[in-house]
């Protein structure tokens, strides 16, 4: 049953659904993963809502010649962007600007560098919002409400509504916001169009009031006014979730992971293989965790499963090739013949991700900065051994769990040993009492109250 | 004449006098480079001053078995301290990180690791602190009024005022400070520690009211509190400067200089061989400035001199390889046989430096954050050729110099090209009125006031 009325238009770089053009030349839809996906695509199924996305693949750009498409209960509408603007906006500024600012990534006594190229690609950035303003300017109910999702199209709500002044909009980022110091990196002009273009929405919003309020200091310096803000984070829907673990993948894929554990205590963490996750200093911590304490040797498997992406950026392909070999290190160090002290798995599988989440005793997630971390919130509604939470106070998510987790510097590597060491070593009431005091969180909100939140910004 | 009265101390990790130790086993005095002890010397010369500081090399470790030596007019103190202390310390903490989170230097993916390594260096640093402060316990005069300079020693005056209540200090930063997004990257009992320990003096100086308030922001969030802070950017000693210009070493150095460079303009950049300085980003713009302005090409040289240093850490090796090889792309690129687009010359040599200050028609200050930046209020006091200074925004010194300079976004290298043109094309009428400015402005200050101001501090 959708709980959005009145035209709704969601839009985002990524959508809901991968398009392919089969032997018969017919178009299919496929539902892609992803939290952000998996937790609003069942909200707005069936109501009068449209989901706008930039055409990524062949079959995408198939769909976009057909304009609005229906499709599991979805309206999509993918649009064909000039591949030359698509990869400068996406690759560019998106990945290896945006994302690196807003998560304080850069290694600043070399990159980024602003040159020509960057502008050229800053152009086509501008340009990306402008098509879609423009599609959404002759194609938009009138009266639509417009959710615009993450940085990709930062510029959108007012180039909309310059074009439809009919039409309201709010800016939603899951990431977290460049402060100030990290904002005026960027060319000033390029700065002040961005958080102007920001601001020209509705309302901002944010999955942490610190993220929020890094945006608002940001524009104090920049605009010299704050513009409206709302923090809402987004939450996991547990029933998706647990439908998906008792599928026949999942399943399968616990029977075979319990089976190959056996009385070892697993400590898990689930990530893209990205810089922010800061996989090699929990790889390091988990080193120094078990160079302090020779009595857990053996009895522990750390399980990574961090799935490439991004991998057109140089950043991504070393940072995979160094946790790979960090990882190795600690096997060679530690390793026995029959123990494996950390294991890697790259694949994208996101049923066996759930099985891993019912399994675990330890959740691990340490990114050195994250705009919510959903993870923190899905292990807990699945596991089944009253599994501890280590956690980032970098993370989104750490207002919510603070309470019932072990939170941890993500810097510290020898603190984030001490805190693995002291979840493996919680006692059994302490366990179940945590466990039960983050499922009640992770169930407190759904996906549903984020979305209301958004739409409540407009009115 | 000095302007001292009543007995003081100054502390610093390196001091004014490096010592030698003779053939016939005697020891000798050399007075030292850098702007601190330069502009300093000469006022305390003759107070009742004493100087403390590490022992660096093995004539002052020779000195320090002599307790205070009477030097030049100045009274120095050599400390030996346990050289694995001493380079955890100095290396390990100070350099490492200390320098690196207040100048925001670190590729936070990846560094720094604090592991018991690190822990192990924050307690040698910790007891490096303790050993000044047992060592001027026992020596300082009552009632001495103590200035700690620089980061190597932010724990000292609480840890003194504790063995001696008779004695106060004040703490005088020389770098810019770590706001709270980077304070929160240490490890937290050693930030508070940090935090404590400067907070525990008198007052805390900085060259600039933005990071005072950076200061002030890191203890508001880690302690609690704020620290009572006072600005006063130390300024050069317009004398002492001339005096070196008009030296034979110098008039040489610019006799050469001037015969080599003939009509061309001269682009001066006067830095360590730093992370910070954006050595980098200064040859790239001034590529895009040649790239884009044929007209400009064997009409100018940019001679950038950069004296390594640090170079036991591999960032800074690393780095120097990276500055050589920009250059050489840069003049593979643009260099004919009569015309070498840069010159980078890596040779220490205050003279010849002074002597490319009287020669320059562009003085590039371009660091990505810079405590106060020296060179920009140098420059302007001996140039002859109504320069341009061309500065970063975020060096501290930029707060003095706004209005007589063209103010660039270090990192965006479109803009430095743009600003290095705009600076060779300025008019002579401008010129000449930006030239006066500056040399006020370099002018209104002396070491002597910024000296009065800590003093003032203490009362």
């Known amino acids: 049953m959708p709980i959005v009325t009145g035209p709704i238009v969601l839009v985002s770089n990524r959508g809901p659904v991968s398009f392919g053009v089969g032997a018969d030349g017919e178009l299919s839809g496929r539902r892609g993963g992803g939290g952000l996906v998996s937790g609003l695509a069942p909200l707005v199924a069936g109501s009068d809502t449209t989901w706008y996305a930039a055409a990524l693949g062949d079959g995408d750009r198939a769909a976009a010649t057909e304009g609005v498409i229906e499709t599991d209960d979805l309206r999509v509408r993918t649009l064909a962007i000039d591949a030359d603007i698509q990869r400068q906006a996406y690759d560019v500024v998106c990945n290896a600007t945006l994302w690196f600012l807003h998560h304080g990534l850069y290694d600043l006594a070399r990159r980024p560098r602003f040159d020509g190229r960057w502008q050229k690609a800053w152009s086509a950035y501008r340009r990306f919002n402008e098509i879609f303003a423009d599609t959404l300017a002759a194609e938009a109910p009138a009266n639509a409400r417009v959710l615009v999702q993450d940085y990709h199209l930062a510029l959108l709500g007012p180039l909309l509504s310059r074009r439809r002044p009919d039409v309201r909009s709010v800016h939603f980022s899951h990431t977290p916001f460049a402060p100030p110091h990290l904002?005026?990196?960027?060319?000033?002009?390029?700065a002040t169009e961005l958080l102007e273009g920001m601001a020209g929405h509705g309302a901002c919003g944010f999955h942490s009031e610190r993220w929020a309020s890094d945006f608002r200091a940001s524009c104090r310096e920049v605009l010299g006014r704050e513009p409206p803000t709302f923090v809402s984070p987004l939450a996991p829907d547990p029933a998706d979730l647990r439908g998906v673990a008792n599928g026949p993948a999942s399943r399968e894929a616990f029977e075979?992971?319990?089976?190959?554990?056996?009385?070892?205590r697993l400590i898990l963490r689930v990530d893209r293989m990205e810089l922010s996750k800061n996989i090699l200093r929990g790889f390091w911590a988990y080193d120094a965790m078990l160079e302090s304490r020779p009595d857990l040797r053996g009895t522990v498997e750390f399980l990574a499963l961090g799935y490439p992406s991004r991998e057109g950026l140089p950043e991504y392909l070393s940072y995979r090739q160094e946790v790979a070999t960090v990882a190795d290190v600690v096997n060679r160090r530690w390793g026995k013949e029959d123990w494996q002290p950390i294991t890697l798995d790259l694949a994208d599988d996101f049923p066996s991700s759930v099985a891993a989440l019912r399994r675990y005793d330890v959740l691990f997630v340490n990114p050195i900065r994250d705009g919510l971390n959903l993870v923190a919130l899905e292990g807990p509604l699945v596991n089944e051994r009253d599994g501890v939470l280590v956690v980032s106070r970098?993370?989104?998510v750490w207002?919510?769990?603070r309470s019932a987790s072990i939170a941890v510097n993500p810097y510290d590597i020898e603190a984030q040993a001490r805190a693995l060491a002291g979840a493996l070593e919680a006692s059994g009431p302490e366990r179940t009492s945590q466990a039960r005091a983050l499922r009640d969180i992770a169930e407190a909100r759904g996906p549903g109250e984020w979305l209301a939140d958004q739409l409540?910004?407009?009115g």
Chains 1, 2 share one sequence.
């Open 256 to 264: 075979t992971l319990d089976a190959r554990l056996g009385d070892r």
């Open 399 to 401: 207002d919510q769990v």
């Open 456 to 458: 409540a910004q407009i």
């Open 394 to 396: 970098e993370a989104g």
């Open 183 to 190: 904002i005026r990196v960027m060319p000033d002009q390029a």
